[in-house]
């Protein structure tokens, strides 16, 4: 089941929990920690191969970015 839900703290959970095909919505203010929490969680979890992406453009209107889990 996909879901999708906006995040505004504890990003890393946020993202270790996600399964694939999930999509969580962040601020924009946020998108340098994320880039380097999905770094760390790559490597953190390779074992298992796990992968995200943005998916779409950032709403510079609203603020806000969706990170898609993909494998």
Known sequence: ???????????????????VGDVLTFP???????????SRLRLEMCVEGA???R??????RKGLFKIKRVA
């Open 51 to 53: 992968d995200w992406k």
């Open 55 to 60: 998916a779409g453009d950032i709403d510079k």
């Open 28 to 38: 924009v203010k946020s998108i340098s920690t994320i880039n380097s929490l999905l």
């Open 1 to 19: 089941m996909k879901k999708e839900q906006l995040v505004t703290e504890d990003y890393s959970p946020a993202l270790r929990n996600m399964r």
